[in-house]
């Protein structure tokens, strides 16, 4: 019988869903052999680690936002073991990547269908989803410090970044290609859209062996329109798009950094890597 081990964070998201007692209940018809770890204040990758050394399963489910599917991803980082993902966050823009919502994860994660997808390692970090450096980086770490919260205090304290226009000036080497441009905001992404459902990165794919450098070289209304709503093709004068394997990076300031919805502080040089085939994901079946 297969064997399921849930990582779940009790304190995602803004209801008070009990995800255990939910797990359990589907699971009690499927032909399963399931276990569930609730995750606490001081638990760390070694612990989560342990569990699943343990249990032995062939597929560990993260129930949460994007920080939670990251820290299971890390455990199964180049394993044969499947990861699976139950949106249950703030934050769950992995799971919109492959159209996995609340109401379809436990029958996605009971099917098992599976397909490999690469990863970036950004400054020896592991990013799943999308980093960026600049503007929205700047953002995050000024609405974690402001009242207001939700997407309204998110509004806020991008309009207030945006007053002061943080304009970086920046060298990049993509593959062998070395090029020059001021920005506001360049995205490292890994996958297609924000959690949010804005799509930064149209041609993005999970499974091929590249990673999109996005280069905002001017926020505009017609801009974000297109990444919310039509989808169209950038206006190269404000966003260009460059496919790449490898970069490095280079601010003449240092600038606010984040992967994964994780404000980082602020740095002046990146370097990335593309791991290809780098973890195999529980997805609905194509």
Same mark, same amino acid.
């Given at each position: 019988?297969?064997?399921?081990?849930?990582?779940?964070?009790?304190?995602?998201?803004?209801?008070?869903?009990?995800?255990?007692?939910?797990?359990?209940?589907?699971?009690?018809?499927?032909?399963?052999?399931?276990?569930?770890?609730?995750?606490?204040?001081?638990?760390?990758?070694?612990?989560?680690?342990?569990?699943?050394?343990?249990?032995?399963?062939?597929?560990?489910?993260?129930?949460?936002?994007?920080?939670?599917?990251?820290?299971?991803?890390?455990?199964?980082?180049?394993?044969?073991?499947?990861?699976?993902?139950?949106?249950?966050?703030?934050?769950?823009?992995?799971?919109?990547?492959?159209?996995?919502?609340?109401?379809?994860?436990?029958?996605?994660?009971?099917?098992?269908?599976?397909?490999?997808?690469?990863?970036?390692?950004?400054?020896?970090?592991?990013?799943?989803?999308? /980093?960026?450096?600049?503007?929205?980086?700047?953002?995050?770490?000024?609405?974690?410090?402001?009242?207001?919260?939700?997407?309204?205090?998110?509004?806020?304290?991008?309009?207030?970044?945006?007053?002061?226009?943080?304009?970086?000036?920046?060298?990049?080497?993509?593959?062998?290609?070395?090029?020059?441009?001021?920005?506001?905001?360049?995205?490292?992404?890994?996958?297609?859209?924000?959690?949010?459902?804005?799509?930064?990165?149209?041609?993005?794919?999970?499974?091929?062996?590249?990673?999109?450098?996005?280069?905002?070289?001017?926020?505009?209304?017609?801009?974000?329109?297109?990444?919310?709503?039509?989808?169209?093709?950038?206006?190269?004068?404000?966003?260009?798009?460059?496919?790449?394997? /490898?970069?490095?990076?280079?601010?003449?300031?240092?600038?606010?950094?984040?992967?994964?919805?994780?404000?980082?502080?602020?740095?002046? /040089?990146?370097?990335?890597?593309?791991?290809?085939?780098?973890?195999?994901?529980?997805?609905?079946?194509?």
């Amino acid at each position: 019988m297969p064997k399921i081990l849930f990582i779940v964070n009790p304190v995602s998201g803004r209801n008070n869903t009990n995800w255990s007692e939910l797990i359990n209940d589907y699971f009690k018809s499927k032909p399963h052999v399931i276990q569930i770890y609730e995750l606490t204040k001081n638990c760390n990758i070694e612990t989560i680690k342990e569990q699943i050394k343990l249990f032995r399963p062939e597929q560990v489910v993260a129930v949460g936002g994007d920080g939670t599917i990251k820290l299971v991803a890390e455990c199964l980082l180049n394993t044969d073991v499947k990861l699976g993902i139950f949106p249950a966050g703030s934050a769950n823009g992995m799971a919109a990547e492959f159209k996995i919502n609340a109401n379809n994860a436990l029958d996605v994660i009971a099917k098992g269908f599976s397909k490999k997808i690469h990863l970036t390692n950004i400054n020896g970090e592991l990013c799943i989803h999308l /980093s960026d450096i600049g503007l929205n980086a700047y953002a995050m770490k000024r609405f974690k410090n402001q009242k207001v919260r939700g997407m309204w205090g998110y509004f806020i304290a991008s309009l207030k970044v945006l007053m002061q226009n943080p304009k970086m000036e920046i060298s990049m080497r993509i593959d062998k290609k070395v090029i020059k441009m001021e920005a506001e905001m360049i995205v490292i992404a890994n996958a297609t859209k924000y959690g949010t459902g804005a799509v930064i990165n149209p041609v993005g794919r999970l499974d091929d062996d590249l990673f999109e450098v996005v280069v905002i070289k001017k926020i505009s209304f017609q801009e974000v329109f297109k990444m919310v709503f039509t989808h169209r093709e950038y206006d190269l004068d404000k966003t260009e798009v460059f496919q790449a394997a /490898s970069l490095s990076m280079h601010s003449r300031k240092k600038a606010h950094f984040q992967i994964d919805g994780e404000y980082l502080g602020k740095i002046q /040089s990146l370097k990335v890597e593309i791991i290809p085939d780098a973890l195999e994901v529980v997805v609905p079946e194509e």
